[in-house]
């Protein structure tokens, strides 16, 4: 007990630390307090996270831990060699927490910071939902992109060189980026969209839904957000609103794509991960799932999982994980495949 107070009083400090830094820098705090319309918290590692996502941990291509997770291909031989640095090892894979993604209604709210709401004087669009007909909803939301690299500043395993380092980190927030509420201009980060916007393309997504509830989505079928929708336009709108919840993952999964399109985020899965990460202009959505943290911790196992692959249908898990006011903005752990030669130096 006395260990777990001891990692919380760390992990606070470290928090504090990090917020003061970022206030700091950017010269836009006006409070340490959630604002009325800004809500949040501080992920718990100790209680907010489902470590079971971690796995399955593998060597080579044999199953060492499963605990009933989902995974993707990994290289076949347990040996593996990297020139740079030389080093032979074994060749392990598995998921790591790496980055934390806010949704967020109001713009400059620090949803994974507990509700900090930041006032540059800029103006932005605002989150918004527009009823189009009884039937018919789109959303609008920003979207704040952290590196969190749970295991390397919670210093969980020391000089294991598969682990991203650093801490948590404010990445990139939409706000100051006039694609993210511009469909047609986001057309010169992604301009293949125009080719997934017609009926034959989008029927294609109901396949990629169907896998990715199943177990994992179709890597293949790059343009679709599974049961959420499409990957393009890179951009806030949601032109078919059902929930805050189903909304929300929608643009985590577009958000990780913008990343990689702007070589802001890599992949490390894979043969040609196991020396290190490398950059995938198109996200490979197999790559990555996620687990919701705010504003219900998505820590309770339903159908034996607590994180979800990109695509799957959110009637699976996502009810009562939404609620009025304070439960509106969302926040995301974001575990990504890792394929490492570990061996030593």
């Known amino acids: 007990m006395n260990s777990c107070n ?10 504090i630390a ?3 830094v970022l206030a700091g820098l950017l010269g836009l705090a006006t409070s340490a307090q959630a604002g009325p319309t800004c809500h949040g918290q501080f992920m718990n590692p100790i209680t907010d996270i489902c470590w079971s996502c971690m796995f399955p941990l593998t060597l080579g291509s044999s199953t060492l831990i499963s605990d009933g997770q989902p995974d993707i291909s990994n290289p076949s031989s347990p040996v593996c060699f990297c020139k740079n640095p030389p080093r032979i090892g074994v060749s392990i894979g598995f998921w790591e927490p790496v980055r934390l993604v ?3 209604r ?3 709210c620090m949803v994974g910071l507990g509700g900090l709401q930041l006032d540059p004087g800029i103006e932005v669009p605002r989150g918004a939902q527009v009823g189009h007909d009884s039937k018919t909803r789109s959303s609008f939301y920003q979207v704040h992109w952290y590196a969190n690299p749970i295991l390397s500043w919670l210093e969980v ?7 991203e380092e650093g801490s948590l980190d404010l990445a990139y927030l939409t706000e100051v980026d006039p694609l993210w509420a511009d469909d047609e201009l986001s057309a010169i980060l992604n301009p293949e969209a125009v080719l997934f916007a017609n009926v034959v393309a989008k029927a294609a997504c109901a396949a990629d ?3 990715a509830s199943a177990g994992m989505p179709i890597a293949s079928l790059f343009w679709c957000a599974g049961c959420q929708g499409s990957i393009y336009p890179m951009t806030g709108h ?3 609103h059902i929930g805050g919840v189903q909304a929300s993952v929608l ?7 913008k990343m990689h399109r702007q070589f802001t985020t890599f992949s490390g899965a894979g043969s040609q991960g196991l020396c290190g990460y490398y950059p995938l202009p198109i996200m490979d959505k197999t790559h990555y799932k996620l687990q919701m943290v705010y504003p219900v911790p998505a820590t309770s196992k339903e159908s034996g999982q607590c994180c979800q692959p990109y695509g799957r249908t959110t009637m699976i898990w996502g009810a009562g994980k939404e609620y009025p006011v304070s439960g509106e903005d969302f926040s995301y752990q974001i575990f990504r495949k890792r394929n490492c030669c570990a061996g030593a130096y």
């Open 18 to 20: 990090t917020v003061a």
């Open 106 to 108: 109001t713009p400059f």
């Open 209 to 211: 839904c169907v896998a």
């Open 6 to 15: 001891s990692t919380s009083t760390r992990l606070l400090r470290r928090l």
């Open 251 to 257: 643009l985590t999964q577009r958000m990780t794509a």
């Open 157 to 163: 395993l020391l000089d294991f060189p598969c682990l």
């Open 102 to 104: 806010d949704v967020t």
């Open 238 to 240: 949601v032109t078919t």
